[in-house]
Structure formats: C-alpha cells, structure tokens
C-alpha cells in the first residue's frame, strides 16, 4: 500500500537528566520537575512505533523549524494565556538557536473535511494540516501566507537542508473520533501522508525532515487510536526507504502514563499536583512549577520543559540507521 503511495510521488537518572537538557540548551525552569522517564529507542524498520531519528542532524544544524500542529505549540498559545512560559516547540527552537516558524493553529485537525458535523472543527476550517500544507510547488521552496500574520514570511526561502518540519497531529482528531464512536482512523493519517507528500515536492528538491510527535491519546492507548498512529509509523519508513526522507518519531506517551496512570507516577517527576488545572476561573495557582496542567487539556510551562526535554533526548539516543 504505502509503496505505491510513495512511487506516485517519487518512482543515568534524574541528574544526568537535567544535564542532558542544560546542555543542550533547553531552559531549567522547572525547579524540582525533572523528566522521570526515558526514551523507548527502536528503528522504523522494525515496524513498531518507537522513538526513532533515521538520519535527523543535531538540532544545532537546523537554522529554521517549521511546526504544524495543534493548539499546544501554535504562536498565539502562551500569548492568549493557555500556558505560563514557552512551549516544547519553543523551547527546542531555542535550543537548536534556530528560526522558528509557526503554522499551529487553535482547534487543528488534520483535514476538516473528514469531520463534516464537527461544530468545534468546521469553525477551523482552512487552519488544518491541509491548508497549513498548502505549499508552492515550485523547485525553490517558499513559506506561503497562510494567514496576514505571516505576509512578511511569504517571500521567505528556505534551504531544505536546514530545515526541520515538526509535525503534531492526532489529539484532536483522536478525541472527536472517540466523541463521535469512528472505529477507524486510517483515513486521517492518509490525509496527512497526501499532504505530506505535496510538501515533499519533487523528490529531494524541498523537504527532507521531517520529525513527527505524537501523543494522540494523553497517555491513554486503543485500538482506534494505535491504528492512526501505526500508520504514520509505517509512511516515515516508506518515507525513508523510498524517497529518502530523514525522519524521526517521538511519543510523548510515555510522559503522559508516566505522570498520570502508572509508573514512576508523579512524584518521581517532582510534581505535587496532577489532579487539578493551575488556573481556576479568575485565580491562578500558587505552585505552577510543580503543576502538570495549566489549564484544561494545556500543560503548564514546567511540563512543556519536560515535553521538549524528552523531544531531544530521543533524537539525541535513538540515532538508527533503519
């Protein structure tokens, strides 16, 4: 199945922890909160989602990230208050000291289209990966004006080289799937492999890496869920093998169940609360630092740090040759 897809397009412990990420040049702003958890490295040709770089460079390489995605990393995320400090996109930008560039939107879905009695998605219509996806199919890459925030970037070109596309997808899509009792969410990561390749463009010519984070179900698996996430597993491999991409996969998963539904559980982390938002109507928590959420479905500045933390450590570890 996914060869023909593609051949259509192209023929030690919390110490060490922390000094990992300082290292690398990630912000410690966390206080006591310290990723608790490590990467489960594997290869794409394994099959298996794993946490996986094939062929991904240090982020010091990269001079611009371009994320697509959800609310959690859009550009208006920290600014309209839905959390207290940079984002983990943000924070990897920082640490690659690289430009980043921002297509997430509120409410993103993959493709709008596939959720026609979605209220909530229709109103974000023309903010999915689709029309965030519209690119020039040109041979010189250019960022498009998605929307009038970005006319100056418009004209902008990017070298694919260095230049890393970050891609978040499956929370939403997974959560109106539940909602909606859908048994299959294969369609929607068939509409991300499409807009994918038109990103591609002609072979080589303009992207060459991607990094695709999931985390679709908060730290709770399914089936449904697993069948998306499979998926696009699977398209990275193919990616890889056939046309060359240099790819990586990394599930913030495990910091979800780790944190919330089973070992090492909270406190190993160093939080104090994870059973409440920080912000409560008009009042705001007196501990953020040792809080996991920030407000309803968004983490708080500390657990961003650690999202971003666990980002790096698994390109950084789980280097793979397949």
């Known amino acids: 199945m996914f060869p023909q897809l593609f051949n259509s397009r192209t023929a030690l412990i919390s110490v060490s922890c922390a000094a990992l990420a300082a290292a690398a040049g990630i912000p410690q702003t966390r206080g006591a909160v310290q990723l608790a958890v490590s990467p489960q490295c594997g290869t794409l040709a394994a099959g298996v989602p794993v946490d996986v770089n094939v062929g991904l460079a240090p982020l010091s390489s990269y001079k611009t990230i371009v994320a697509f995605g959800g609310e959690s990393i859009s550009d208006s995320y920290t600014g309209g ?4 400090g940079p ?3 943000e924070l990897l930008a920082r640490s690659a000291n690289a430009q980043l560039i921002n297509y997430a939107a509120t409410g993103s879905v993959v493709d709008t289209t596939l959720w026609p009695h979605a209220p909530a998605i229709q109103a974000a219509s023309g903010q999915d990966y689709v029309n965030q996806g519209m690119w020039t199919r040109s041979r010189v890459q250019t960022v498009p004006q ?3 925030a970005r006319t100056l970037e418009s004209t902008k070109t990017l070298d694919p080289a260095s230049t890393l596309y970050v891609m978040f997808y499956g929370i939403e899509d997974y959560a109106e799937a539940v909602a909606t009792g859908s048994t299959d969410m294969s369609n929607i ?3 991300w492999l499409y807009t994918t390749l038109g990103l591609e463009g002609s072979g080589s010519t303009l992207m060459r890496n991607i990094l695709f984070v999931d985390n679709y179900g908060l730290g709770k698996t399914s089936a449904l869920g697993d069948t998306f996430k499979q998926y696009v597993f699977t398209a990275l491999g193919t990616g890889h093998r056939l046309n060359g991409w240099n790819a990586g996969f990394v599930s913030l998963d495990r910091v979800w169940a780790g944190v919330l539904y089973g070992a090492p559980g909270y406190k190993a982390f160093g939080y104090t609360d994870v059973a409440g938002n920080c912000v409560q109507g008009n009042a705001t928590c007196a501990d953020p630092a ?3 959420m920030w407000s309803a479905g968004n983490p708080t500045a500390a657990t961003h740090a ?3 933390e666990y980002v790096e450590k698994a390109l950084t570890q789980c ?3 397949t």
């Not at 208050?81 to 207290?84: F, K, L, M, Q």
């Open 81 to 84: 208050g839905a959390t207290n």
């Open 87 to 89: 984002t983990w996109v």
């Open 146 to 148: 998605i929307r009038p």
């Open 189 to 191: 990561a068939g509409s």
């Open 290 to 292: 040792h809080t996991f």
């Open 306 to 308: 650690i999202m971003a």
């Open 319 to 321: 280097v793979s040759q």
